[in-house]
């Protein structure tokens, strides 16, 4: 399994629109073979702090999702609500369960 996060700070003015644009790749990116949960969030403390969480069946799983329009107009629209650099990452899991499981 592979997990992609980011963190990511939205320009105030833009964030209706980042929140536009992330809810489309959300529904997208959720239809695509090999993914198993991708969604966008707020932090509590900071409404301008994006947060993203990805978890793919693989990585080709992810490779493919690299390829598709939807993540092409999405990334090209990010210089434009975001605010700074997203620091992204990209972790590689052998194994999950329960948590005390």
Known sequence: MVVVTAHARVRPEKR???????????????REPGCQEYGFWFEMD????????????????LDFHFTTQHLAEFAAGIP??????????RLEVSSAGPLGG
């Not at 629109?17 to 997208?28: D, G, K, N, S, V």
């Not at 900071?46 to 799983?61: G, K, T």
């Open 46 to 61: 900071d409404p301008n702090l994006l947060l993203v969480y990805e978890r793919w069946d693989d990585q080709a799983a």
């Open 16 to 30: 209706d629109e980042a929140i536009a644009a992330a809810r489309a790749m959300q529904e997208a990116s959720r």
């Open 80 to 89: 434009s609500w975001i605010d700074g650099t997203p620091e992204i990452t």
